[in-house]
Each structure stands twice: as structure tokens, then as C-alpha cells.
């Protein structure tokens, strides 16, 4: 687990210096027609972990992973990241992720690897999972990270 989360923290470190020297116009340009902005795709991760934040702690206290999900593209828009400020939006997404990986550090292992039978990541997730295939926390703490890895990609390749 300590691996996990040093490469998460190498990850929101490293990306937080490189989207930074991006500059107020480039972080604004789609990357083509219909695409997401790179202020977009933060705002997108900053409303990812709002969400994933408050599954990561309402399932320390259930027996299942059953969450609501979110409209990604509304919230985009009506939060209208596109006029925000873009060292403000990457300073924003850095600190939240910073605590979302101290919350993940606080998470007891026999929490986090317990199996849960009763879930719906299937709708939720990044990765591909089955209904029917039983999950752990661990799986979508992970799943986390590598969605925001993703889109962390579109925008610096």
C-alpha cells in the first residue's frame, strides 16, 4: 500500500509543476472541437474527487460499495471552469488530492481489502468490472488514481 500511495503522491506532485507552466491560454484551448479544455479536465478532476471523497469515508461504515453517481458533463459546465483561474484551479485539484491521499493512508487494511459482494462500480468505475465480481475499497481507491492518471495524460501527454 505505502508503494501506492508514494507513486500517488509522486503523480499529484509531478503533474501540479507541469500543469502549472501551462499558460492561461493553453489551459483554455480545447484539445479539439467538442473536447474538454485542460481547465475543464481539472475541474472534471476536482469534481471526481469530491465525489470519490465522501464514497472513500461512507465506506468505512457499510458492508457494501453502493454510491450515487454524478453528471459529469453538467457539473463541468454549470460549475463553468472554463473562467475559472488556472493557477487557482491546479492549486485547488493539488490540495484536494493531497488529503484525498491522507484519507486513503487512514484506512484500516482489513477496511480496505474487505471484500464487498453488494456494489455498483460497474457503473462508477474507470476500469471495467462485473456486477457480479466482488470488490474492495482498495480496487476503487486505486481506480481513482488511475482515472485521474487518464485524464492527467489528455492534458500533458
Not at 55 to 61: E, G, K, L, M, P
Request: glycine share 4%.
Amino acid at each position: 500500500m505505502q508503494d501506492f500511495l508514494n507513486q500517488f503522491q509522486q503523480t499529484i506532485d509531478h503533474a501540479s509543476e507541469s500543469l502549472l507552466a501551462i499558460s492561461p491560454e493553453q489551459s483554455s484551448a480545447p484539445r479539439e472541437a467538442g473536447k474538454w479544455s485542460p481547465k475543464q479536465i481539472i475541474g472534471h478532476l476536482i469534481d471526481s474527487a469530491s465525489n470519490n471523497h465522501q464514497r472513500f469515508v461512507r465506506a468505512q461504515f457499510t458492508d457494501d460499495l453502493v454510491f450515487d453517481g454524478y453528471e459529469q458533463e453538467g457539473w463541468v459546465r454549470v460549475q463553468n471552469y472554463q473562467d475559472e483561474d488556472w493557477a487557482q484551479l491546479v492549486h485547488f485539484w493539488k490540495l484536494y488530492n493531497h488529503h484525498m491521499l491522507h484519507l486513503m493512508s487512514q484506512i484500516p487494511e482489513e477496511t480496505r481489502m474487505k471484500l464487498r459482494y453488494k456494489h455498483n462500480l460497474h457503473k462508477l468505475a474507470s476500469d471495467k468490472l462485473s456486477e457480479t465480481e466482488p470488490v474492495t475499497l482498495d480496487w476503487f481507491m486505486r481506480d481513482y488514481v488511475e482515472h485521474m492518471k487518464k485524464h492527467l495524460t489528455q492534458i500533458l501527454g
